[in-house]
């Protein structure tokens, strides 16, 4: 089993910058592939980023691509997102994600797909305002 505990999230104005942060523990041996969701009120959960094998891959969602970058810390069983450039839209709770996959394309669209096969933390709120 796989336990996630995501932080970093908080209020920023629209320009400014976070970086949330997801650590792992428990049976990561079993993890390749993490990545980050997230949803706003009324609103389906979004893919946002995803890492694959220790930064050999990375996705980005066209919504955050030139402003989001998701990063890695093997050493540290943690996965980062850091985020510039916030807007309003971005207002959401964030949450990190983790499986295992057989290869690097698999922690694209299949990984955001199939959401209940994934471990998931508690989420952290960011909150963008004008």
């Not at 979004?46 to 989001?68: C, K, N, P, Q």
């Not at 450039?85 to 694209?108: I, N, W």
Request: charged share 15%.
């Amino acid at each position: 089993q796989v336990q996630l505990v995501e932080s970093g999230g908080g209020s920023v104005q629209a320009g400014g910058s976070l970086r949330l942060s997801c650590e792992a523990s428990g049976y990561t041996r079993s993890i390749n592939c993490m990545g980050w969701f997230r949803q706003a009120p009324g609103k389906e959960r979004e893919g946002v980023a995803s890492i694959y094998a220790g930064a050999l891959r990375t996705y980005h969602a066209d919504s955050v691509m030139g402003r989001f970058a998701i990063s890695q810390d093997n050493a540290k069983n943690t996965v980062y997102l850091q985020m510039d450039s916030l807007k309003p839209e971005d207002t959401a709770m964030y949450y990190c994600a983790a499986t295992g996959v057989d290869f690097a394309s698999s922690c694209r669209a299949p990984f955001f797909a199939r959401p209940s096969s994934l471990n998931w933390g508690q989420g952290t709120q960011v909150t963008v305002s004008s």
